[in-house]
């Protein structure tokens, strides 16, 4: 049974850092594609970074330069620094996996499994 855990999530203020981590269990994660979603009430959920099988990363625009997506193999995690947060990342974050270990389009239709999603708040 596959599962991802996130945790790590909180209220900051602007300009304040926050650290997710992703407990994987059941899957293998440097063998898929790893990804971080995030997702406000009401809106699509969107690819975030995203971390391929051969470590390539990937961000979106409005993260690059602030968040850096890592994975630790040896302890089967995945983890997401964020940097510079501002009001507009707050949202719930989701750790995701997709078989196959190559991203290709980062729609959330093509992750095979996910976690249940952290809260990330951030006040000015």
């Known amino acids: 049974q596959v599962r991802l855990v996130e945790s790590g999530g909180a209220s900051v203020q602007v300009g304040g850092s926050l650290r997710l981590s992703c407990a994987a269990s059941g899957v293998t994660i440097s063998n898929y594609c790893m990804g971080w979603f995030r997702q406000a009430p009401g809106k699509a959920r969107e690819a975030v970074a995203t971390i391929e099988r051969d470590g390539t990363t990937w961000y979106a625009d409005s993260v690059k330069g602030r968040f850096t997506i890592s994975r630790d193999n040896a302890e089967n995690t995945l983890a997401l620094q964020m940097n510079s947060l501002e009001p507009e990342d707050t949202d719930t974050y989701y750790c995701?996996?997709?078989?196959?270990?190559?991203?290709?389009?980062?729609?959330?239709?093509?992750?095979?499994?996910w976690g249940l999603g952290t809260q990330v708040t951030v006040s000015s």
């Open positions: 995701a996996a997709r078989s196959g270990g190559y991203c290709g389009a980062r729609l959330s239709k093509f992750f095979d499994y």
